[in-house]
């Protein structure tokens, strides 16, 4: 907690820190972006004012915990991206995580990695969560590989449940129990694939 309060959670490559007004006009570039919401199902332009109402919300949800993820190793912190727990139950100990790397430059530097470890870490140590969950489309291959990697296990299919980019996709369920995560650390410590 006291790591949380010093202003983020700190990787060797990335810090989560919290969203602020002054990120609106990136994270709405990204939105807008069709490279970078290849694997988002959005139909439709996202104005100023939409993207000003989202992040309002989004910050002041009790049932959220958003971060932006910025680049830790430039010289000068650089946000590349946003990364979430979601519909966070309280009773049930379990939330939904969501990622986007919104510059696709920054895309496989292991950024995307170190973000879920470190919100995954604090969805169990800090939230004290029993499971976190995720939903992925089946051609993701790289946010699929990302997620195995760390744990997370194929939970179920919704076939043909989403129509992205004219074509009918499969979305894919994951999710990381406690002790999945415990079980895929040494695993990573040691460089090996899961
Ligand atoms: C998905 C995403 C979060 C991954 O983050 P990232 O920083 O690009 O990924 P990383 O470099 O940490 O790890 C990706 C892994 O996938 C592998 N990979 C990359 N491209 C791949 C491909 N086409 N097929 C299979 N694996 C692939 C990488 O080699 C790496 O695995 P490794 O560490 O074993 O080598 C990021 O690319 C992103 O935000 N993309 C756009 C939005 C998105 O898809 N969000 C997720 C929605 S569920």
Same mark, same amino acid.
């Given at each position: 907690? +006291?790591?949380l309060?010093?202003g983020g959670l700190?990787g060797?490559?990335v810090?989560?820190?919290?969203?602020?007004?002054?990120?609106?006009?990136?994270l709405r570039?990204w *939105? $807008?972006?069709?490279?970078?919401?290849?694997?988002?199902?959005?139909?439709?332009p !996202?104005?100023?004012? @939409?993207?000003?109402?989202?992040? @309002?919300? +989004? *910050?002041?949800s009790? =049932? +959220?915990?958003?971060?932006?993820?910025?680049?830790?190793?430039?010289?000068?912190?650089?946000?590349?991206?946003?990364?979430?727990?979601v519909d !966070?139950?309280?009773v049930?100990?379990k939330a939904?995580?969501? !990622?986007? !790397?919104?510059d696709?430059d920054a895309?496989?530097?292991?950024?995307g990695? @170190?973000a879920?470890?470190?919100?995954?870490? =604090?969805?169990?140590?800090a939230?004290?969560l029993?499971?976190?969950?995720?939903?992925?489309?089946? =051609? $993701?291959?790289?946010?699929l590989?990302l997620?195995?990697k760390?744990?997370?296990?194929? @939970?179920?299919?919704?076939?043909?449940h989403?129509? *992205?980019?004219?074509?009918?996709?499969?979305?894919?369920?994951?999710?990381?129990?406690?002790?999945?995560?415990?079980?895929?650390?040494p695993a990573?410590a040691?460089?090996?694939?899961?």
């Open positions: 907690m +006291a790591e309060r010093r700190l060797t490559k810090r989560l820190r919290a969203l602020e007004r002054a990120d609106l006009e990136q570039a *939105v $807008n972006d069709p490279e970078v919401m290849r694997f988002s199902n959005t139909l439709r !996202i104005s100023d004012v @939409e993207q000003a109402r989202w992040l @309002e919300a +989004a *910050v002041s009790a =049932h +959220a915990v958003w971060f932006g993820i910025e680049d830790a190793r430039r010289g000068q912190p650089t946000l590349v991206g946003t990364c979430c727990l !966070i139950d309280g049930g100990r939904e995580l969501r !990622i986007r !790397i919104g696709p895309w496989g530097g292991g950024l990695t @170190e879920c470890q470190l919100l995954v870490r =604090h969805a169990f140590d939230l004290n029993e499971r976190v969950w995720l939903r992925v489309f089946d =051609h $993701n291959a790289r946010a590989r997620y195995q760390l744990g997370f296990v194929v @939970e179920g299919t919704l076939r043909r989403d129509f *992205v980019d004219g074509a009918w996709r499969d979305t894919v369920l994951l999710g990381l129990l406690r002790e999945d995560a415990v079980r895929a650390a990573r040691r460089g090996r694939r899961a």
